[in-house]
Structures are given as C-alpha cells and as structure tokens.
C-alpha cells in the first residue's frame, strides 16, 4: 500500500503512474472521482479550494456544480463525453478542468487557474466591442450632415450600445428645444420638441456646453420620463 496522506490504496495507481507523495503535492489542484460520483481524494492543492470536499463523500455536493455537471457528462455511459475540458468558477478564481481515466475506472480531474487568462479575454473582447462601437458611430455620423439625422443616429447607437434608453438634446430655438428619443428595443427613434428651462433638469446645462460629461438626468417628455443616456451637444 502506498502511504500518503489523503490517498487510498483504491488511488494508489491513477492511469498507471503512482500517485503518491509526488501526486499529492502536485502544483495543480487535483481530485479524483469514482464514476459514481464518490469523492477518492484531493490532493494538496486542491484542499484550500474545496475545504469542505473529504474522501468518500459525494462529489454532487461539491460548490464547483459545474464540475459535478462535467463529471456527471463524462461517465454517462449513455452520453459519451469527449473528454474536452469543462470551466468555471471556484470562489473568486476561474478555472480549467481536464478529465483523464484511471485504471480503476475512476476520473482524475486536473485544475488549471485560467483566471488571468480569462481576464485578457474578457477585456480583449471588450476593447473590440469599443472599437467596433466607435468605427459604427463614426462611419453612420459621417454619413450624413443633417443635424437632425445626426441627433437620430446618436440615440440610437446610445440606446444600443451604452445605455437602456437616450435622449440627444440640441441648443434650443427660443425656448424649443429639439430632441431625439430612442428607448430601450433601440429600434425607432422618436423626435419632439420640448420646452423647457435647462436649469430645472440637473447636467442638462453643462451638457449642452459640452463638457465635463454630464451625469444621468432625467427629462420630462410627453408620455412621460425618458432617462437621457447622453445628451450632447449638436452644432
């Protein structure tokens, strides 16, 4: 029998290489299931994530349901897994599980911490979602040098891409304002006129100036309140 602590003799041999001290203090969390989903071990590195977790208890119980469920997948018998790798999060931290079989017939998971990874992606894909955004506005904004397209244009794209619902509020005509009103579908833009003194709504005043950036202001229209995503400065 190989004595480690933590590891059963039934987890002595895992794919056919000894899984004892070494596997034990192996740098990647480490767990092993059976295939009806009684926990076999955790290794050292796995212990911290899963203090709970203890050998012979069932791995349904686990805080990781995402793994359960990817463990569940691969030894359905019925459902052949391919094996591939399944992710998801364990407390703040993301991560990575690789499924390989043991001669016994249990399942080995190996943890990978992508969460750094993750996070590249997440603001990769995030910064191009920017950039798409401001190539959009750029390409429809300069399409057109009618004022009134223009003011349609930038509520749509606000209510789209930055905001539930936005209004674009042009320097008014005597005491008109003109408005541009897209809601949330981000579908129709609706214009108006509202007459209104700029001092009574909060920020409207140092949006129509143009900067700093104003903050979220409410603006009375017929039909109700339209929350103003953005109001800018049309010239």
């Known amino acids: 029998m190989v004595k480690s602590s933590g590891v059963s003799a039934a987890t002595a041999s895992v794919a056919g290489v000894d899984v004892g001290a070494a596997w034990q203090s192996a740098p990647h969390p480490v767990l092993v299931i059976s295939p009806s989903g009684?926990?076999?071990a955790v290794n050292d590195a796995a212990a911290p994530l899963f203090p709970a977790m203890r050998?012979?208890?069932?791995?349904?119980?686990?805080?990781?349901?995402?793994?359960?469920?990817?463990?569940?997948?691969?030894?359905?018998?019925?459902?052949?897994?391919?094996?591939?790798?399944?992710?998801?999060?364990?407390?703040?931290?993301?991560?990575?599980?690789?499924?390989?079989?043991?001669?016994?017939?249990?399942?080995?998971?190996?943890?990978?911490?992508?969460?750094?990874?993750?996070?590249a992606e997440d603001a990769l894909r995030a910064e191009r979602e920017r950039?798409?955004?401001?190539?959009?506005?750029?390409?429809?904004?300069?399409?057109?040098?009618?004022?009134?397209?223009?003011m349609d244009v930038t509520a749509r794209l606000a209510a789209q891409h930055l905001a539930d619902a936005a209004v674009v509020?042009?320097?008014?005509?005597g005491r008109r304002w003109a408005v541009s009103f897209c809601g949330p579908d981000g579908g129709g833009v609706?214009?108006?006129?509202?007459?209104?003194?700029?001092?009574?709504?909060?920020?409207?005043?140092?949006?129509?100036?143009?900067?700093?950036?104003?903050?979220?202001?409410?603006?009375?229209r017929p039909g109700g309140r339209a929350g103003l995503g953005q109001a800018v400065r049309a010239r």
């Open 38 to 40: 009684v926990v076999r």
């Open 55 to 119: 050998a012979g208890a069932p791995f349904d119980d686990a805080p990781a349901r995402w793994l359960a469920d990817a463990h569940q997948r691969f030894t359905d018998p019925l459902r052949p897994d391919d094996g591939g790798p399944a992710r998801g999060p364990v407390g703040d931290r993301s991560f990575e599980a690789r499924p390989s079989r043991a001669e016994n017939g249990d399942v080995v998971w190996w943890l990978v911490d992508d969460t750094a990874r993750r996070s």
């Open 131 to 150: 950039t798409g955004f401001l190539a959009q506005a750029s390409t429809e904004l300069l399409a057109s040098l009618n004022v009134g397209r223009c």
């Open 169 to 173: 509020v042009t320097p008014p005509s």
């Open 190 to 220: 609706v214009r108006d006129k509202a007459v209104a003194d700029p001092a009574s709504v909060p920020g409207l005043a140092e949006a129509l100036q143009g900067f700093p950036p104003p903050r979220t202001v409410a603006l009375d």
